[in-house]
Structure formats: structure tokens, C-alpha cells
């Protein structure tokens, strides 16, 4: 027991302060930056190292719209807040249903890891259930495969109402390095309405932080200051 103690008092307070302590390394790829004038669209896969693009360390990049993906500036049209009727039943507590629908799991490691000491999911009133029928909305990874478009069907109709759908990665996007296989469907809005797309390949669990957090009103539109819940 001392010795639990001794370590536990050795290792101090782990999680991170959000989004005042969201430091990220130089090797970070964050938000590409536009270098000749071309759109790029951030749905897209292009977060592989073979890329010819540059990034900036902002891992802020979630949208509510397909289009708002597409980069022609510098700026980017951030996710805004769901309506107030969806912030007052989700804002202090959101159950997740995660759907890999074909992906890598690089996506799902990335969900997996906001559940870890750092990034401590929960305290904002954000979990992952097991069951859609104890869920609020489904987070969808990879290109919905033809095998699992069905299986995220009758999840989704699992779902009771209202419910939200989370694109999360390139894939769940626009199908990622599988866009244009026959045996896939280049992404979930193909199959569901999608409330929130989260980029990157994987994105960063910050990213997906921020995503969520804008998303339930608790972040402030174009800052990085969290709000309490005014739902
Ligand atoms: S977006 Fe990238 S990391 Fe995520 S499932 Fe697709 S290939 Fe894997």
C-alpha cells in the first residue's frame, strides 16, 4: 500500500489541462497550411509522411459541413454548436456508440486513447457505452465497407432520438487511401446524416477533443477558451 502511494505521489497529476495545456510536439501535424494557392480538402488522406504538404501544430479541425473541409485560406470554419434544444439533452452528458466500419483501427486507438489518464473523456460528461440503445449518437471509423454498411444501419436505427452521427478520420470522411474501391462507400454521410467530421489519418485525440467539445457548445466559436455548460 505504501508503495502505491509512493509511486502514485511520484507520478503527480497526469491529466491535461484542456485546452490550456494542449502542447504538442514539433514533429505534430496539425492543420495542413496552404502553400500554393490550391484547396486542399482536409477530408481527404492527407496526413501520410509522403505527402507534399505543410503542416501547422494546430490540431483544431473539426466542422460541422462537408465543404467547410475544403481549404482555400488560412482560415478554417470550425465546428459550431448544435441547436439549444440538442445542447440541453447533451451537453452535460453525451453516451457514445463507436462503429469501426471498416477502418485501420488507427481511428478506434485514437477514441480509445481519450479514455486514458491525459485526456480523461469523462470528466467532460462524455463517455462510450457498449449498447446504441444506452447511446445519444454513433462515432463512425473507416470507409463503411459493404460489409458493415448494414451493421451500421441497424446500429444507427438502434439509436433512439434525436441522435448525432461523428465522422472521425479521413476514411470515415471520404473513404481515406480506400476512396473509390467498389467495396466501400467513401465515407459515412454516404449512409447517414454526419453532424461532426473530425479529420486527420488518425486524428489526434485532440483534435477529436476539440470536435466534441465545440459540438456541445463548450467551446467558444474561433477561440480555444472552454465555457461551462449554458444549456
Ligand atoms: S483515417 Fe487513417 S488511421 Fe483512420 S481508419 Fe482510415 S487509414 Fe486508418
Known amino acids: ?41 482536409l477530408g481527404k488522406c492527407l496526413f501520410s509522411p509522403d505527402d507534399n504538404v505543410v503542416y501547422s501544430r ?9 465543404e467547410d473541409l475544403i481549404l482555400k485560406g488560412e482560415e478554417i470554419k470550425l465546428a459550431t454548436a448544435l441547436d439549444k434544444k440538442m445542447r440541453k439533452l ?7 456508440r463507436a462503429v469501426c466500419a471498416g477502418s485501420c483501427n488507427g481511428c478506434d486507438l485514437e477514441l480509445q486513447a481519450l479514455n486514458n489518464v491525459v485526456f480523461d473523456l469523462s470528466r467532460f460528461g462524455i463517455q462510450f457505452v457498449a449498447s446504441p440503445r444506452h447511446a445519444d449518437g454513433l462515432v463512425v471509423t473507416g470507409p463503411v465497407t459493404e460489409n458493415m454498411k448494414l451493421a451500421l444501419k441497424k446500429t444507427y436505427e438502434a439509436v433512439p432520438d434525436p441522435k448525432i452521427v461523428i465522422a472521425v478520420g479521413a476514411c470515415a470522411i471520404s473513404g481515406g487511401p480506400f476512396e473509390g474501391s467498389p467495396e ?22 485532440l483534435t477529436i477533443l476539440d470536435g466534441l467539445l465545440r459540438l456541445l457548445g463548450r467551446i467558444e466559436a474561433n477561440s480555444s477558451r472552454l465555457t461551462a455548460c449554458k444549456a
Open 1 to 41: 500500500m505504501w508503495e502505491i502511494l509512493k509511486n502514485r505521489w511520484r507520478q503527480g497529476y497526469r491529466t491535461l489541462k484542456f485546452p490550456e495545456e494542449a502542447l504538442l510536439p514539433e514533429r505534430f501535424r496539425g492543420r495542413p497550411i496552404l502553400t500554393d494557392g490550391n484547396p486542399l480538402d
Open 184 to 205: 466501400v462507400n467513401n465515407g459515412a454521410d454516404k449512409i447517414l446524416p454526419v453532424d461532426l467530421y473530425i479529420p486527420g489519418c488518425p486524428p489526434h485525440p
Open 58 to 66: 494546430d490540431y483544431r479541425m473539426a466542422v460541422r459541413k462537408r
Open 90 to 96: 447533451f451537453g452535460r452528458s453525451l453516451k457514445l
